[in-house]
Nanobody, 124 residues
């Protein structure tokens, strides 16, 4: 059974950093695209980043470019989202999702495996 588990969320002050992890089980990430999404209270889920692992293509939404970076740990079948210079508007539940193949998309309905989410709160 394919499964994703996020971790690494928490409370951080503005300007701080967090690293989220997305660990996969039941399948190998090598031929998948991983999307990171977030959902703030009262708002729709929005795409933050996509990472096509087979061809190492990464994309970011404009609001996080230069601050967020995705990477992989093949030994742990895990993808990370490094978040720097965090702002209060980054506060949300963050989800990772997977879809087979190389297909960069911020559309939630193109991903078929989802994690449970991890809360990120940026506040002083």
């Amino acid at each position: 059974q394919p499964h994703l588990v996020e971790s690494g969320g928490g409370l951080v002050q503005p300007g701080g950093s967090l690293r989220l992890s997305c660990a996969a089980s039941g399948f190998t990430l090598d031929y998948y695209t991983i999307g990171w999404f977030r959902q703030a209270p009262g708002k729709e889920r929005e795409g933050v980043s996509t990472f096509s692992l087979s061809d190492d293509i990464k994309m970011y939404v404009d609001s996080v470019k230069g601050r967020f970076a995705v990477s992989r740990d093949p030994a742990r079948n895990t993808v990370h989202l490094q978040m720097n210079s965090l702002k209060p508007e980054d506060t949300a539940v963050y989800y990772c999702a997977a879809r087979a193949g190389s297909y960069a998309s911020f559309r939630t309905n193109t991903y078929h495996i989802w994690g449970q989410g991890t809360q990120v709160t940026v506040s002083s």
